[in-house]
């Protein structure tokens, strides 16, 4: 899959340096470039930060099948998984930052945080995640170091820089190095499920807007995050991981959880619908019937539901199918945050609203401008270049980690018997 690599190398280039005049405009003038307003305070940002958020914990929960629960069958995408947590981790974070006004203020949230505010927990939830996947990726990685260490160049000199002089690769060191693992893995179950979460219950707790304010929210998140990170690593291992059966097992996982988000994305409209509560049903007609209800049926339904779901149902046996059904679902996901963060603000809270006063930023038909698209562009093209470049310059996958031969001792041969003293 090395043209694959390469076409990857070329879009994050490009899509970096084009996306460098929605980086400077955003800096340059703040938010007058931004197609949001009063009425719809969050965009393509804020969706963006959802849908990444929802891939690092859908790729770090992947991860604990091997490190937890000691599946073998997915330890070739092990490392790779925490390391697309991490990314994806820091490109989420990146998009929610870009959308503040006054980013600098986010310190405070850390100095005085508010105890009864979900967005306080999940600011320490995240900062706690982030050092545990640091940590948890040295120790899958720390055996590898030390292999590393004796190659010339780049990857050699960041490698016996992150071994920290450690070069014990015995059995037991190795043995401890799977029970730190274990550990922080099942402490990182924990952690995933309750920012992915929590994402959602950000969402569900604001009961000002019926369309969110439900129980089930939380839930829709988190199984929207394990579907979409789970479709993300079926793509990376394709490509990256190069191991045919993995990419096909994580082909039939992705289709399960396809169809239990279907499930779920099916109980919370057709409720919705039946039960008719007016600021609810109008949100949901708004996604169903609305001028962007392409982004419904055209996006989500035909390229992210029906169309990977076909492909693993008639080709999933084979990895290249299995991995594009991944890619489609992992890409065209955004689509379903985008759905749930706008409909549910293009609702006007007192009816009359909408035409009670006129001005730059007091309407509830959003579209994302040029610079908001372009920033985001710039945001997921430097994280996939930090991908790509960890990729080359780390011992993440199999093509490109050597195994670490544990040391054992090596039994002395007896003597050999002599006929003469002295011989």
Same mark, same amino acid.
């Given at each position: 899959m090395k043209n694959v690599e390469k076409l990857l190398w070329l879009v994050a280039i490009v899509g970096f340096l084009v996306g460098l005049y929605?980086?400077?405009?955003?800096?340059?003038?703040?938010?007058?470039?931004?197609?949001?307003?009063?009425?719809?305070?969050?965009?393509l940002w804020v969706a963006a930060y959802s849908f990444l958020i929802g891939? @690092?914990?859908?790729?770090?929960?992947? @991860?604990?099948?091997?490190?937890?629960?000691?599946?073998?069958?997915?330890?070739?995408?092990?490392?790779? *998984?925490?390391?697309? @947590?991490?990314?994806?981790?820091?490109?989420?974070?990146?998009?929610?930052?870009?959308?503040?006004?006054?980013?600098?203020?986010?310190?405070?949230?850390?100095?005085?945080?508010?105890?009864? @505010?979900?967005?306080?927990?999940?600011?320490?939830?995240?900062?706690?995640?982030?050092?545990? #996947?640091?940590?948890?990726?040295?120790?899958?990685?720390?055996?590898?170091?030390?292999?590393w260490s004796a190659r010339p160049g780049v990857a050699g000199s960041l490698a016996r820089t992150l071994s920290f002089g450690k070069k014990d690769t015995s059995e037991s060191a190795?043995?401890?190095?799977?029970?730190? #693992?274990?550990?922080?893995?099942?402490?990182?179950?924990?952690?995933?499920i309750a920012f992915s979460g929590g994402g959602g219950a950000l969402f569900g707790a604001v009961g000002a807007r019926p369309y969110w304010n439900t129980g089930f929210t939380p839930i829709l998140f988190l199984a929207g995050g394990l579907l979409s990170?789970?479709?993300? #690593?079926?793509?990376?291992?394709?490509?990256?991981?190069?191991?045919?059966?993995?990419?096909?097992? #994580?082909?039939?996982?992705?289709?399960?959880?396809?169809?239990?988000?279907?499930?779920?994305?099916?109980?919370?409209?057709s409720i919705g619908l039946y039960a008719s509560i007016p600021a609810e049903a109008a949100s949901l007609r708004i996604v169903l019937?609305?001028?962007? *209800?392409?982004?419904?049926?055209?996006?989500?339904?035909?390229?992210?539901?029906?169309?990977?779901?076909?492909?693993l149902i008639l080709r999933g046996k084979s990895p290249v199918w299995a991995g594009l059904a991944g890619l489609l679902i992992a890409f065209t996901f955004i689509s379903v945050r985008l759905n749930i963060v706008i409909p549910g603000l293009a609702v006007p809270e007192l009816e009359g609203l909408a035409n009670a006063f006129t001005g730059p930023g007091l309407t509830f038909d959003y579209f994302p401008s040029l610079t908001e698209w372009l920033t985001q562009v710039w945001i997921v093209s430097a994280g996939l270049l930090a991908f790509l470049i960890g990729y080359r310059v780390l011992p993440l996958a199999p093509g490109n980690a050597r195994e670490v031969q544990i040391k054992r001792p090596v039994p002395t041969a007896p003597a050999r018997a002599t006929g003469a003293v002295g011989e």
């Open positions: 929605g980086v400077y405009d955003r800096v340059a003038f703040g938010h007058i470039n931004a197609n949001y307003g009063s009425y719809v305070p969050w965009g891939l @690092s914990a859908g790729a770090f929960l992947l @991860s604990t099948l091997v490190y937890v629960f000691g599946i073998k069958r997915l330890e070739p995408v092990g490392k790779l *998984a925490l390391f697309t @947590s991490l990314v994806t981790l820091g490109v989420a974070l990146l998009s929610i930052v870009i959308d503040l006004g006054k980013p600098e203020r986010a310190l405070s949230m850390f100095t005085r945080t508010n105890v009864g @505010s979900v967005m306080g927990w999940m600011n320490w939830l995240y900062s706690l995640y982030f050092v545990l #996947l640091l940590v948890e990726l040295w120790f899958a990685l720390r055996s590898d170091f030390i292999a190795v043995a401890g190095d799977r029970r730190a #693992l274990k550990i922080l893995g099942a402490l990182g179950i924990v952690l995933a990170g789970t479709a993300l #690593l079926t793509f990376i291992a394709l490509v990256f991981a190069n191991e045919r059966d993995t990419v096909v097992l #994580l082909g039939r996982i992705v289709l399960g959880l396809l169809a239990v988000d279907v499930l779920f994305e099916f109980a919370e409209f019937f609305g001028p962007y *209800a392409w982004v419904f049926w055209g996006v989500h339904v035909g390229l992210g539901i029906v169309l990977p779901a076909l492909m």
